[in-house]
């Protein structure tokens, strides 16, 4: 994704189109280990055992979405089918010396789709009806978080002196990544100060909480809108660290999913046709 905020599928994500895809089964059932833009890649695919051997190889190898482009490129697939079986073993002994490492960007979602929350039939609620909603239904939410999360604390607190405190909503470690990553929860639109605040948190777990041998800290501000304009001119859009992803508290239409899938096999096919 690399924080590719409202680039392509702003409005609706993989988890949003399982109900469309077990009613109308136009293509395999989305699995949830895969973003959006593995899904993207797939789309370039045009053999159907091939595409169906990408998406297993990408979830069995947990691959990055630049180890699945590169693979697709360095056709692997044929490769593998021209080699004897008892032969292939090698060839994905390279594919796997050449796996890029995972990244922060490849396992954050946006937007993310909480409706399991049951939320939507409360005309407003408040933070701390949001991080108690995810508490109850933790397992999901680390479902919907993807894989490799570890629930670690619920208002996890920051000491930065004597008398000052503050609390992050909820902390998680991913044993994917090796990292800490600090969750804060937002009812309505992202400003400047939840950023700011957000990155003091990732400097105080990088500075007291991580261990020897952690990667980076992430930080994720999770909101109900996100203004582009705040995005460009903040620290995310150069920081590599923190992140901030919509959350949505329903699932769109089969309408609305249609029209989704119809634009991004649109912009698919313009990007074939702009490399001819």
């Given at each position: ?66 180890t699945l482009e590169r693979q697709i490129n360095s056709l692997y697939f044929e490769r593998m089918m021209l080699t004897p079986v008892r032969k292939r073993g090698l060839i994905k002994k390279e594919a796997d010396s050449k796996k890029e490492k995972t990244l922060a960007s490849d396992i954050i979602k946006d937007p993310y789709v909480l ?162």
């Amino acid at each position: 994704m690399n924080n590719e905020y409202g680039k392509g599928f702003d409005e609706s994500n993989l988890r949003h189109m399982r109900g469309f895809y077990s009613s109308f089964p136009i293509q395999d059932a989305l699995r949830p280990e895969l973003s959006w833009t593995h899904y993207r890649l797939l789309l370039k695919v045009e053999r159907e055992d091939a595409k169906d051997f990408y998406l297993q190889e990408s979830i069995d190898g947990n691959w990055s979405t630049r180890t699945l482009e590169r693979q697709i490129n360095s056709l692997y697939f044929e490769r593998m089918m021209l080699t004897p079986v008892r032969k292939r073993g090698l060839i994905k002994k390279e594919a796997d010396s050449k796996k890029e490492k995972t990244l922060a960007s490849d396992i954050i979602k946006d937007p993310y789709v909480l409706e399991f929350l049951d939320l939507k039939s409360k005309a407003d609620f408040y933070e701390h009806d949001l991080e108690q909603a995810i508490i109850d239904k933790l397992q999901d939410f680390l479902l919907e978080l993807g894989k490799g999360f570890c629930f670690v604390a619920r208002q996890y607190r920051l000491t930065v002196d004597a008398r000052k405190h503050f609390y992050a909503d909820l902390v998680f470690y991913n044993y994917i990544l090796k990292c800490f990553v600090v969750i804060d929860l937002k009812v309505g639109e992202l400003t400047h100060q939840d950023i700011g605040q957000m990155d003091m948190y990732v400097r105080y777990f990088e500075d007291q909480v991580k261990q020897k041998g952690d990667n980076p800290t992430i930080g994720l501000i999770l909101c109900s809108e996100k203004n582009k304009t705040i995005v460009k001119y903040s620290l995310l859009s150069e920081s590599k660290q923190v992140f901030a992803s919509k959350y949505k508290t329903y699932l769109p239409t089969e309408k609305q999913l249609v029209q989704e899938i119809k634009r991004e096999r649109e912009l698919v096919e313009t990007e074939q046709r702009l490399k001819k």
